[in-house]
């Protein structure tokens, strides 16, 4: 068995992801009652949070590596 993704398994993951992020925004907006603001703000610091744990992740396995 391989361990590699293909690409109907990322196709389907990045539209599931797209679905439940209109979705969430859809209820912060019109049922929460957050202004676009504050939906924008909090989005752009999760995207830094996550993509800093992945930096962090892969700079951590690549250079702990010894040669």
Request: proline share 0%.
């Amino acid at each position: 068995m391989e361990s590699r993704f293909d690409i109907v398994t990322i196709a389907i993951a990045v539209g599931v992801a797209a679905y439940v992020a209109i979705a969430m925004g859809y209820v912060a907006r019109h049922e929460l009652g957050f202004s676009l603001q504050e939906i924008r703000s909090a989005a752009v610091l999760i995207a830094v949070v996550i993509g800093s744990l992945i930096a962090i992740d892969f700079f951590g396995t690549t250079l702990g590596k010894a040669k």
